[in-house]
């Protein structure tokens, strides 16, 4: 058997010619990256012996005292002068060592600091640290605070509050119910901004503005009665009678509320398995349904749908008209009873 080529050659031949492109871009400039610095600048890189962090590209002029090159570390990492030895490097390698013994008038250029890109790596003598262990960078050693439902409960300007607020205004004022009627506002608005009708529940008013019909639900009409048997075949005139359904029609795009859903009419008519008057049968175009086109009850198949791509919904919830495909990105779970 022939054996499996090495995987962690240093250098390994790049022949993907995207690749060298990316490389190439990248290092092209590597070169030259200090042509432009003063010639009595040198740019380091500074490290420390508890943190991960990494000061890179760090400037000082060679001719500072080390005393300069201590005090930007200590400012950097915390560690005092009085407790930084120090390490230069260069490709990993250590070339130079300072402990804290050395005295501090003594000039960058002295150490052999006169080259870009050395590495200077504080190691903290300090036994009390307060780097030590990662308490300047470990997050998950920082106590989080938390607070409890009692204090939640009498903190003022909340939702909770605003929610409790809601309730002693109406005892039937839900969050999920006031999120529901905001997404049927923006919605009427959205069909007003491209000239379709308004959904039934919402008007404008005196100032063009698309606003709720707050009696719309309240008003008490004969075509908010009961429906009559579908396994009768009538086709009353209620709320789901043949009125319901009226303009809709096998082909036709839709779009489904709650949630915008988007699909293919595929049914029309009474539902003999129930006695609610008629359906309409919806196949979306993303699984957002509860059906593949049989129905929950008695498991007749009315079209055919992918599962979860199928759905009964009532005819007061399905607007036909120009409603291209797209991805639904704000799918939310129904309740809705007017849904099968």
């Known amino acids: 058997m022939t054996p499996a080529p090495a995987t962690n050659h240093p250098n390994p031949e790049i ?21 432009d610095v003063h010639p009595s600048t040198v740019v380091l890189d500074l490290t420390h012996s508890n943190l991960v962090q990494r000061h890179v590209e760090i400037r000082f002029d060679k001719h500072d005292p080390l005393s300069t090159l201590r005090q930007r570390i200590h400012q950097k990492t915390g560690t005092a ?3 930084q030895h120090l390490q230069i490097k260069t490709a990993g390698q250590i070339i130079q060592e300072i402990p804290p ?60 509050d605003w929610e409790r607020q809601q309730k002693a205004k109406d005892s039937t004022f839900t969050l999920a119910k006031h999120a529901k009627q905001h997404r049927e506002l923006a919605e009427a608005q959205r069909q007003h901004k491209l000239g379709l ?3 039934p529940g919402f008007f404008l008013d005196s100032n063009g503005t698309v ?18 048997s579908a396994t009768t075949g009538s086709a009353d005139s209620g709320e ?45 175009d993303e699984p957002v349904g ?17 599962p979860k791509h199928g759905g009964f919904v009532r005819g007061k919830n399905v607007q036909v008209g120009d409603f291209p495909e797209r991805d639904i990105l704000d799918e939310e779970d129904s309740d809705d009873d007017d849904e099968l």
């Open 240 to 284: 789901y009678g043949e009125d319901s359904v009226a303009g809709i029609q096998v082909g036709m795009r839709c779009q489904v509320e709650p949630g915008r859903r988007r699909g293919a009419v595929s049914y029309v008519g009474l539902i003999t398995e129930l006695d609610t008057g008629y359906w309409v049968g919806v196949t979306f």
């Open 81 to 83: 002068p009085g407790y």
């Open 211 to 228: 606003v709720r019909d707050d009696d719309y639900d309240k008003v008490e009409t004969p075509s908010k009665q009961p429906a009559k």
């Open 197 to 199: 009708p308004l959904p």
């Open 101 to 160: 013994s050395v005295e501090d008038h003594y000039k960058l250029g002295y150490f052999g600091l006169e080259h870009h890109g050395l590495e200077v790596h504080c190691v903290d003598l300090n036994p009390h640290s307060g780097s030590k262990g990662g308490q300047y960078e470990d997050v998950s050693l920082v106590k989080k605070y938390k607070m409890t439902d009692d204090e939640y409960n009498q903190r003022q300007g909340t939702l909770r």
């Open 15 to 35: 022949k993907n010619r995207d690749l060298l492109a990316v490389r190439g871009y990248i290092t092209a400039k590597d070169a030259v990256q200090y042509q």
């Open 290 to 306: 509860k059906t593949d086109g049989t129905t929950p009850k008695g498991g007749k198949r009315y079209f055919e749908a992918l």
